[in-house]
């Protein structure tokens, strides 16, 4: 038994390389507590895939007896099924590429260049993008809309493009960009 220096208390120095090399494996097996999730998101774009085959031919059957108002919703829509799907493949290679990929030795993402901030930015682009729809959207049917509704996504919308500015500016006052 030795004296460690730090503590003061008696451990085997041993038994402390060996839980420090244990605990360390333990933390890195966790990583993998995250591939499942990123299964679970990938097959959430397959469901997008066909929501947005099926709003397609939902589009096609009612194009001649739709008004192109209603078409350019039609495509809105699958815009934002669009839109959703990337967001969603964005969040599984970048988290794929910080969390599961340095455990897979030879394997490089799109992803591996870009920075956490980088990703941040996309993301939040991403939801301003949809919430624009969606307020676009609101605003062609702003007869069946109340004010108060298109006022708060007016509020989130404008929220979010202030969220993404400010996260522009932390990344350059942090000179990551």
Same mark, same amino acid.
Request: aromatic fraction near 6%; charge should be positive; avoid cysteine.
């Given at each position: 038994m030795a004296l460690n220096n730090r503590t003061g208390a008696?451990?085997?120095?041993?038994?402390?390389?060996?839980?420090?090399?244990?605990?360390?494996?333990?933390?890195? %097996?966790?990583?993998?507590?995250?591939a499942p999730i990123y299964v679970g998101l990938l097959a959430s774009v397959v469901l997008l895939a066909f929501k947005?085959?099926?709003?397609? %031919?939902?589009?096609?059957?009612?194009?001649?007896?739709d008004s192109a108002t209603e078409e350019m919703l039609g495509v809105?829509?699958?815009v934002d099924i669009a839109?959703?799907?990337?967001?969603?493949?964005t969040v599984v290679?970048?988290?794929?590429?910080?969390?599961?990929?340095?455990?897979? %030795?030879?394997?490089?993402?799109g992803f591996s260049g870009i920075g956490f901030g980088a990703v941040k930015l996309r993301l939040i682009s991403s939801i301003a993008a949809i919430a624009a729809i969606q307020i676009l959207e609101t605003f062609m049917h702003f007869d069946?809309?109340?004010?108060?509704?298109a006022l708060w996504q007016l509020a989130i919308l404008l929220g979010i493009g202030l969220l993404g500015v400010l996260l522009a500016l932390m990344d350059k006052l942090a000179g990551t960009h």
């Open positions: 008696l451990i085997d120095p041993a038994l402390a390389e060996r839980l420090e090399r244990n605990l360390g494996r333990i933390l890195l %097996a966790t990583r993998w507590l995250m947005f085959v099926q709003k397609f %031919a939902q589009g096609l059957r009612t194009l001649l007896a809105l829509q699958l839109l959703v799907a990337n967001l969603v493949l290679f970048a988290g794929w590429e910080s969390v599961i990929g340095p455990l897979l %030795a030879g394997t490089r993402s069946q809309t109340m004010v108060v509704q």
